[in-house]
């Protein structure tokens, strides 16, 4: 069993802690002051700290950037008065796993060491990852050919049996709900509800009353009391998608249901407990949103346990013939025409692959529907592939592909300065915005004489 270090400077707390975790089986070392536990960290194999912040001498938070200089992949939990969050999040910053607030209950503890134990195991078997991709990984309607969507649904396989939380990442119509049904259906709560919600298409002021619920009369039209979402995914998995545009009062309430799984209903006093597993998702940059404080630093660092970057589709092109080809199947079967539309012809399927698709997978799947209510032959040809590209939007009249009187590398300048301009000066949003890694920008920045740091 793993073996626990815990630092604290109350002996009876220290004490408790011992016999609790001692209980489950763990093996405990205890320091009563950090001096003590990173001289027991240097002399035992240690797999787990749980340090206070708040200690005589050296500090907690020294202690946790002392250890993770020694080991960056040690799990260590914090704990720290409720009046210190402030100071926890500088914990996460520095590398701690989790945080607890005193006062807390045992039970909340053993969860919380529980998953960071479980989410170690999870980062030490990725980091293999790369040699195990040399198996193969499916999963019913998601085609991955190509590494980096194997490298998605091997992550998938790792953390679904767990019950860390999870932010999916991507550009819109990358397909982050199926790699949450997944991530659920290959968990152990499959056998439970999996329910999602979209923030962005509830207006702002229903959408707490949707993931907590209602009472009756708590406001003009509730006549009746009415569950929320996360009563409703209890037992399950609650999938909210577009999670960086929930508003700041319901960010409050969803980092309290992260930290003790309980909420109180719109309008009620009493206090519901569930066993939910949250998956967030995203298509925005959350550190932007951080910087700007549009979101919580604590809700970030208690949804981003297990980030899962989804890649745009132009990023893995090997899957475009296997998910034309889904589209097909499924499309032609629905128009009752599967007898008569058997394929695509190599000409189609050049002209699929050549597209940039800056509407992913989600692009790909209404050109092949579309293609398939128009086509008249078996197959589909290319003059059944309609592409919406911006140069037959912006520029159909002409045949040229640049404006007038700009060059290549002058049309590629301005997209760049441009890019930059509408993420503010950050160079890490303007190279999604752009479809280039931070590096490629980087290199592009410095050949058009830009500083890389005054382009900040």
């Not at 590398?95 to 053993?110: H, I, T």
């Not at 078996?378 to 919406?388: H, N, Y």
Request: with cysteine; hydrophobic share 40%.
């Amino acid at each position: 069993m793993p073996t626990i270090l815990i630092v604290e400077d109350e002996a009876k707390m220290r004490r408790l802690l011992e016999l609790n975790l001692g209980e489950d089986g763990f093996k405990t070392l205890s320091a009563g002051d950090a001096e003590t536990g990173l001289k027991l960290l240097a002399s035992e194999p240690v797999h787990l700290v749980l340090t206070d912040l708040k200690l005589p001498g050296i500090s907690g938070l020294e202690l946790l950037q002392t250890a993770k200089q020694q080991d960056p992949t040690l799990p260590i939990i914090v704990m720290t008065a409720f009046g210190s969050v402030e100071t926890a999040v500088e914990a996460m910053k520095a590398g701690a796993s989790d945080y607890v607030l005193k006062p807390f209950s045992l039970a909340e503890m053993r969860m919380v060491v529980h998953k960071e134990l479980d989410n170690s195991r999870l980062r030490e078997e990725n980091r293999s990852l790369r040699e195990a991709l040399g198996q193969k990984y499916s999963h019913p309607n998601i085609v991955a050919i190509s590494p980096k969507m194997q490298e998605v649904l091997a992550t998938v396989e790792r953390v679904a049996p767990t019950n860390a939380t999870i932010l999916l990442g991507g550009e819109s119509g990358v397909g982050k709900d199926l790699i949450a049904r997944a991530i659920h259906e290959k968990s152990r709560r499959a056998s439970g509800p999996f329910v999602k919600i979209n923030s962005t298409a509830i207006p702002e002021n229903l959408l707490e009353s949707e993931l907590f619920g209602y009472e009756k009369g708590a406001f003009t039209g509730a006549a009746t009391s009415k569950p929320g979402k996360f009563e409703l995914a209890d037992k399950g998995t609650l999938f909210l998608d577009e999670i960086g545009d929930v508003p700041p009062a319901t960010q409050v309430k969803l980092l309290r249901v992260l930290q003790e799984r309980e909420f109180e209903r719109l309008g009620g006093t009493r206090t519901i407990k569930v066993d939910v597993r949250l998956l967030a998702a995203t298509n925005r940059d959350l550190r932007a949103a951080l910087e700007d404080g549009t979101f919580r630093e604590d809700l970030y660092y208690r949804l981003n346990v297990v980030p899962i970057d989804i890649p745009p589709l132009r990023e893995h092109k090997e899957d475009i013939s296997g998910l034309a080809n889904l589209f097909l199947a499924r499309f032609a079967k629905d128009s009752g025409r599967e007898e008569k539309i058997t394929g695509i012809s190599p000409a189609a399927m050049q002209l699929l692959v050549g597209h940039y698709w800056p509407g992913n997978v989600r692009e790909l799947q209404n050109v092949i529907e579309r293609a398939c209510a128009l086509a008249q032959g078996g197959q589909l040809e290319a003059s059944d592939i309609q592409l919406d590209s911006p140069r037959n939007r912006n520029n159909a009249a002409s045949d040229r592909f640049l404006p007038d009187g700009m060059t290549l590398d002058q049309w590629e300048d301005e997209m760049i300065r441009e890019a930059l301009k509408r993420a503010g000066g950050n160079k890490s949003q303007a190279a999604r915005l752009l479809g280039l890694s931070r590096n490629a920008l980087r290199y592009r920045l410095s050949k058009i004489g830009i500083d890389d740091n005054e382009a900040e």
